[in-house]
């Protein structure tokens, strides 16, 4: 995996240490990495690759997530879907499942809900997260996964 200024070779950074560079990082290198078509698909895919990683499940859980990550160079948004089966969860970019819920939010507060560094509840409250389908299910996607802490 390529270099990104500022959060280094993200394939040798462990999760807590990806936690704590979310943290610390300045505003301009977050703008300067999610402005790049090609570093913000590199965090991106690292990031949601992670996701299998930490996922931690149940038996019962069974659902399709969207999520778009706004604001992407030359306009739209990137969408990654995640599926979680059971115990497994799998993510891929084509989005072609039925989503029991999409989540939309800028690659900023993506970046710091994924790292453990901002309340999902306060990103939703103050608008910066969009939840559209099942809420009750999106509110609780964060006991899911092992998240990383700064």
């Known amino acids: 995996m390529a270099e990104i200024d500022g959060f280094g070779n993200l394939s040798e950074i462990s999760p807590s240490d990806f936690a704590k560079l979310v943290k610390t990082a300045p505003k301009e290198v977050f703008a300067q990495i999610l402005e790049d078509a090609d570093a913000r698909t590199t965090?991106?895919?690292?990031?949601?690759?992670?996701?299998?990683?930490?996922?931690?499940?149940?038996?019962?859980?069974?659902?399709i997530l969207h999520w778009k990550i706004l604001d992407k160079p030359g306009g739209g948004y990137d969408l990654y879907e995640t599926v979680l089966n059971g115990t497994e969860c799998t993510v891929n970019k084509d989005g072609e499942g039925e989503p029991r819920?999409?989540?939309?939010?800028?690659?900023?507060?993506?970046?710091?809900?994924?790292?453990?560094?901002?309340?999902?509840?306060?990103?939703?409250?103050?608008g910066k997260i969009k939840i559209k389908g099942d809420l009750g299910f999106a509110a609780g996607l964060a006991s899911l996964f092992n998240i990383p802490k700064a």
């Not at 939309?104 to 309340?119: H, Q, V, Y």
């Open 43 to 63: 965090v991106l895919d690292e990031v949601f690759s992670r996701m299998q990683q930490v996922y931690k499940g149940g038996k019962s859980t069974n659902a």
């Open 101 to 126: 819920a999409t989540i939309s939010l800028n690659g900023t507060e993506f970046l710091k809900l994924a790292s453990g560094n901002a309340s999902p509840p306060v990103q939703f409250m103050t």
